[in-house]
């Protein structure tokens, strides 16, 4: 394809070819800290395209696709452009990982031991990864926890940290000295600006880590802090998990004995410093 | 140019070409393969080489997806049996899942999407009845289409099952009636082998000349390559248990009136992965148009050459029914999209 570049996250590498310029541009500087894929071999390949060839001039769109596709994946337009390669990116994982278990959940590193919060879109799951990290967490990633079925540890997966609407301003000034991406305004997920993870995320993504802690944060509810128990941790995290039926016998055990071994609580948060303090006591 | 697809041919073919790739090439082959859901098939063919770090680790996980899909295969066929048992009547696995459940090369990492079934014409009513007891539901809510395959098609429309969330397709045989070619069913069934457990698959030369069918006689030739690539490994292992296939295999092809799809097809196998039993003479400008249409994909992979597509899509089409009844059918389906684009 025209433009391209390649980078590797954490364990995981991509490919990404674009029809316009812009895209991999953006991707080149936000992405500039980050290694390149072990061997100049990628994991995956991502394709954005124009969905006509005209499109690529004219109200120029673009088609999320790659090596694994959703059939009804909608285009977005080029001013969106890293937010479709962000997406299809995440699509790769979520569709074609496995080796493996992917949590949909941000995870927080520090001395060893990670917190995993998990959740739907909008319960804080960036937000508060992206503020702890402020706070001297090391970010593992906002997007995807990976489970290591054989260890039953976590890699980092540390791709850029994916903000909307009022959680870019509370991010921004919790992290003024961060690096941030465009903001891309109406979006179908809202107004949306990525931060770059900072140095010590990047230094530390080859470093795994044990789970310690399993939190469900909910937003904008009076504060409660309620005990999970693990059939219910398990029935959740199996909605969570994007490739858990695909692993088979595999992510069954994998997410048996991660729920066994990982206490969880559900946190319901009226505003951001209240989950900090309840994350963090 | 389209050296990933070729590539990726030559790999399966000759898994010791494989020291050659540089890292480019290796990324461009991983694509084509997966888009052409080969990427299990490569993985088992270069199991055991020492090849970059990456590339194993990326066929290791496409190994332990291919045994994953495997025995969620079996499963689905063995839930398939429990529900057709009651009938008694012969139920025959096709294509891949029967590849896996009988234990052939062709089945080594082979993808598996639905099961395919074939059951005799006379129990498809009383099949379709059993599978929806047991917790299949239609999956196409569309009148037009669901009339027409039921009038027109060799298989009901395909069913899901609504807790497993996996398709089946029942044939009772393994083209359109108003095909050209007409395949014999009852032989197709009264030849199948049992696997013992009251399932059974093709004969060794059925299997061939149903891949053979659906390459050149029914489809457009889109996932052609993963079709001709069972073709070459069932060729392979029957002509290692009896060096008279390819002779018995002609022989059966007439009996279908399939013998062009099954000599086109041994022609494209032999030209794309080098497959014994050359049958006959060439068609220079079919033959060449088949390798072009199933090598159309490039590095990143994306289909290549819109108007080969367009030519064999036009032709399956053309093939399946005759002109007045193709002209009605693309009618009504294009005023039906028009509608649901508006």
Redesign the interface.
């Known amino acids: 394809?025209r433009h391209v570049f390649s980078v590797r996250i954490g364990p995981v590498?991509f490919?990404v070819?674009s029809d316009w310029r812009g895209p991999v541009e953006q991707l080149r500087a936000l992405y500039a800290d980050h290694p390149a894929?072990?061997?100049?071999?990628?994991?995956y390949?991502v394709?954005l395209?124009a969905t006509r060839p005209w499109r690529r001039f004219v109200r120029p769109s673009v088609a999320i696709?790659?090596?694994?596709m959703l059939p009804d994946a909608a285009p977005l337009p080029l001013a969106h452009g890293l937010l479709a390669a962000e997406m299809a990116m995440n699509l790769q994982l979520a569709l074609?990982?496995?080796?493996f278990l992917l949590l949909h959940a941000a995870t927080v590193e520090r001395d060893g031991r990670a917190i995993v919060l998990t959740g739907e879109s909008g319960a804080g799951k960036s937000t508060l990864a992206a503020l702890l990290s402020a706070r001297g967490w090391r970010l593992m990633g906002d997007e995807f926890a990976l489970l290591d079925p054989e260890t039953g540890l976590l890699h980092a997966f540390p791709r850029l940290v994916s903000l909307k609407n009022a959680a870019v301003g509370v991010v921004r000034r919790a992290l003024p000295e961060a690096r941030f991406g465009p903001l891309m305004a109406g979006t179908p997920k809202g107004d949306i600006r990525h931060l770059v993870p900072d140095a010590v995320a990047l230094a530390a993504m080859d470093r795994p880590a044990r789970p310690v802690r399993l939190v469900f944060p909910r937003y904008g509810f009076a504060n409660d802090a309620q005990p999970v128990g693990a059939g219910e941790a398990f029935v959740r995290l199996t909605q969570a998990s994007t490739n858990y039926v695909?692993?088979?016998e595999?992510g069954f055990d994998a997410l048996t004995r991660f729920v066994r071994e990982v206490p969880a609580v559900a946190l319901d948060y009226p505003d951001a410093d209240s989950a900090i303090a309840a994350i963090e006591g | 140019m389209n050296g990933a697809a070729h590539l990726l041919c030559r790999l399966l073919a000759m898994p010791e070409t494989a020291r050659t790739l540089d890292a480019r090439q290796w990324g461009e082959v991983m694509t084509v393969a997966r888009a052409e859901l080969l990427i299990g098939s490569l993985a088992f063919r270069l199991r055991g080489m020492v090849l970059p770090e990456r590339v194993e680790a990326i066929l290791a996980a496409a190994i332990r997806s291919a045994e994953e899909g495997r025995r969620q295969a079996l499963w689905e066929a063995e839930m398939a049996r429990r529900a057709l048992a009651p009938l008694g009547c012969p139920v025959a696995l096709l294509k891949g899942t029967a590849f896996v459940a009988a234990g052939l090369d062709a089945g080594q990492g082979r993808h598996i999407g639905d099961l395919d079934i074939l059951v005799p014409r006379a129990s498809l009513d009383a099949a379709e009845a059993a599978l929806l007891g047991a917790g299949w539901e239609w999956v196409k809510p569309d009148p037009y289409d669901d009339a027409y395959y039921r009038r027109w098609m060799h298989e009901l429309p395909p069913l899901i099952h609504r807790e497993r969330d996996r398709m089946i397709d029942v044939h009772h045989t393994i083209l359109p009636p108003t095909a050209r070619t007409t395949p014999d069913a009852a032989k197709l069934l009264a030849a199948a082998e049992p696997l013992g457990n009251g399932l059974s698959i093709l004969s060794p030369e059925d299997m061939v000349i149903h891949a053979a069918i659906h390459l050149f006689a029914d489809g457009d030739l889109s996932g052609g390559l993963r079709n001709l690539w069972d073709i070459d490994r069932l060729v392979r292992e029957c002509i290692a248990r009896d060096a008279d296939y390819p002779a018995g295999l002609a022989a059966r092809a007439a009996e279908h009136q399939a013998e062009r799809a099954v000599a086109r097809a041994l022609r494209a196998a032999h030209a794309l992965f080098d497959t014994p039993a050359l049958p006959g003479k060439a068609e220079r400008l079919f033959d060449a148009a088949a390798r072009r249409r199933l090598l159309a994909r490039d590095g990143w992979g994306r289909g290549t050459r819109p108007a080969t597509r367009l030519a064999f899509y036009v032709r399956s089409h053309w093939l399946r029914m005759p002109p007045a009844m193709l002209a009605r059918h693309l009618w009504i389906k294009f005023m039906r999209d028009r509608r649901a684009g508006a």
Do not use: F, H, K, N
């Not at chain 1, 894929?37 to 994991?43: E, R």
């Not at chain 1, 074609?96 to 080796?99: L, V």
């Open positions: 394809m590498s490919r070819g894929p072990v061997d100049g071999i990628a994991d390949t394709r395209s696709a790659g090596d694994y074609g990982e496995r080796r695909a692993l088979g595999q």
